[in-house]
């Protein structure tokens, strides 16, 4: 039979999966919301959202497939079966053009006209994106946490 104090500590632990699982998911929309919401042209942009546990690297692709979806896809599932849980997630992007991107920062007018930006913005997102994104991140947390309430 089990003591109280075990039974708590059944307790504390599936709350506290409960709530990695709710994190970890919302860190995959919120990398998907970011990636959908990048401005396009290559597709390298998209391609270099990353997520990271407790350690923000350096690294950049010139992938254009969008493959950091699912690398962050593993990483969470590897953290998961995992014992101990990251104190840190980060979403990053190292390219030296995303600062451009998000605050439009292009040369205005532009040295050769391309169409791709007004007013030194990218047409595609002349709000930004990171920022927008990043705004709506307890939103998505409580979406996810909502869909899986009776988990």
């Not at 254009?64 to 896809?73: I, V």
């Not at 709000?127 to 927008?132: D, H, T």
Request: aromatic share 10%; net charge positive; hydrophobic share 35%.
């Amino acid at each position: 039979m089990n003591s109280f104090a075990s039974q708590i500590e059944a307790m504390l632990n599936k709350a506290r999966n409960k709530a990695d699982n709710i994190v970890s998911e919302a860190v995959l929309d919120l990398q998907q919301q970011m990636v959908d919401a990048t401005p396009e042209d290559t597709g390298q942009a998209k391609s270099n959202w990353f997520v990271e546990a407790d350690q923000c690297s350096g690294k950049t692709t010139k992938d254009t497939s969008k493959g950091n979806l699912a690398e962050a896809r593993q990483l969470l599932s590897r953290l998961k079966s995992g014992k101990s849980r990251p104190a840190y997630y980060y979403l990053f992007s190292n390219l030296p053009y995303i600062r451009v991107l998000e605050y439009g920062l292009y040369p205005n007018p532009p040295k050769v006209p391309t169409g791709k930006t007004v007013n030194g913005y990218s047409t595609q997102a002349p709000q930004g994106f990171f920022r927008l994104t990043v705004a709506g991140w307890q939103q998505t947390v409580q979406r996810i946490a909502e869909a899986k309430k009776d988990e």
